[in-house]
């Protein structure tokens, strides 16, 4: 039993080293096991589809007029069978696992549909087909179908490993009339010079408990104090002075008690959560091109304009994307053996998008990766519920008036949208680390540089985990 154990061992020790020795930095290795073309008893493609629990609605069986006719559709969801009562870490250890036996083995899947984190490994490993190589051999998608900043976003070091179909934008926002148009997209020595400048009675922004000023301010300044690009990061200096400038500004939780009458309820909602100005930055989420969007804006601020400040950061952009919800990145394999099967069902995914009904109120679209979709969004007429050029209501004292968004305002959220870039690979898990390290100081139990150094170890020991 022992010598089976050593054996084992060792078997699985090399093929860990022949995994780790094809995967070379951005190309794929000659001696990568190619897996093995399928084909139906009619002779129809088999294209099988890796997902690490994303499945694409048309590939459900209750959808199944959805899918291309001449290509049969397996899936392989790498999170089946795993403990969900087990930690997270261990979860994703598993999944992991059983995605390399795979692609060691030479059964990778045809197509894989994970999460930032999984993508960036993937493509790290340089097992992810470069899709534009697709779009000049094949037909479908090309790059004039997709915006500028999509097409740039998705691109690294001149290839698209993966591609989405829409995405979600996480931004701020203050009305012009408190912070200029010239602080778009502000640095944080902007952010904390307004900090001691916010009215009588006005938070610098919504605070949900004692955390809440240093998530904004260093949402983004974490991340970019992360070089994916040559796998390195540095959390001292100005980071360090900003986690400290959070530490020592403690916040109070502004909250209201409850009330029966109800028009009275909604007048102490709105000075809690900003309606009358009760704090100077709004969080913005973007979820759509769509009456939520102008409900949330040109609504919301009583037709006021607004600035986009966004989360403080040096390098002259203050928002980040994640991938819409239920929509993973999608990549192609390259030991898939049939990449032209899997480029038309790719296709396929990323095209069909179901547009919502007339009376449906949706605001989890996601903002679309085409042009196309872009002009259908754009000028979507009044009488579908989600449209942004539908009626809207803004809010005005203890009513509520109706009115349409500008042609002005609609155009300035529209080129906000479309500036921000699209980077959908930054792994999750790095924005976790600075969270956990960075909450400990604001509740005074660890100091600015010490976390600094705790975050600086734990992230160069994930980066080079990663290689």
Request: include cysteine.
């Amino acid at each position: 039993m022992k010598r089976c154990k050593i054996t084992l061992c060792l078997i699985v020790l090399a093929l860990s080293m022949t995994f780790a020795a094809s995967c070379s930095s951005g190309t794929k290795d000659s001696s990568m096991l190619m897996n093995e073309a399928k084909f139906s008893e009619d002779g129809k493609p088999v294209v099988t589809i890796g997902t690490v629990g994303f499945t694409d609605e048309m590939f459900l069986s209750k959808n199944k007029t959805a899918r291309p006719k001449d290509i049969i559709v397996e899936i392989v969801n790498y999170s089946d069978g795993v403990d969900k009562d087990l930690p997270v870490n261990e979860q994703e250890r598993i999944i992991r696992q059983k995605i390399d036996s795979d692609f060691i083995s030479g059964n990778a899947p045809d197509i894989m549909i994970a999460d930032s984190e999984e993508i960036y490994r993937l493509n790290r490993l340089g097992i992810l087909t470069d899709l534009y190589q697709l779009m000049e051999q094949y037909d479908g998608i090309k790059k004039d179908d997709f915006t500028d900043c999509a097409l740039e976003g998705l691109t690294i070091d001149g290839k698209m490993p993966a591609i989405l179909e829409n995405y979600y934008i996480r931004t701020a926002a203050a009305k012009t009339e408190f912070v200029g148009k010239e602080y778009e997209n502000w640095t944080a020595a902007d952010a904390m010079r307004f900090f001691g400048t916010t009215a009588e009675n006005q938070d610098f922004c919504e605070y949900f408990d004692e955390s809440s000023l240093a998530d904004y301010m260093l949402k983004l300044e974490g991340i970019n104090c992360v070089d994916l690009k040559n796998n390195s990061c540095n959390f001292g200096g100005a980071f360090t002075e900003l986690l400290d400038f959070c530490k020592k500004n403690p916040i109070q939780v502004r909250s209201f008690e409850y009330a029966e009458d109800f028009d009275e309820l909604k007048q102490k909602e709105r000075q809690c959560y900003g309606l009358n100005d009760a704090f100077l930055v709004y969080e913005i989420p973007i979820n759509s091109f769509s009456s939520g969007l102008a409900s949330g804006t040109f609504g919301y601020l009583n037709e006021a304009d607004l600035t986009f400040v966004g989360y403080p950061s040096e390098n002259g952009c203050g928002a980040y994307v994640t991938p819409a919800i239920n929509n993973g990145l999608i990549g192609i394999c390259s030991q898939s053996s049939n990449k032209e099967a899997a480029w038309e069902l790719l296709n396929k995914m990323i095209q069909h998008r179901v547009r919502p009904e007339k009376s449906a109120h949706s605001d989890v679209m996601g903002i679309p990766v085409f042009k196309s979709e872009w002009e259908y969004y754009y000028d979507l007429t009044e009488d579908h519920n989600s449209s942004i050029n539908s009626k809207i209501y803004t809010y005005d004292g203890s009513r509520d008036t109706a009115t349409y968004i500008t042609q002005e305002y609609k155009d300035m959220l529209r080129d906000y949208i479309l500036s921000v870039p699209v980077n959908p690979y930054t792994p999750r898990s790095l924005e976790y680390i600075i969270e956990e390290e960075c909450d400990p100081v604001i509740i005074d139990n660890r100091s600015a540089e010490e976390a600094a150094s705790i975050m600086q170890n734990r992230i160069e020991t994930y980066l080079s985990e990663k290689d």
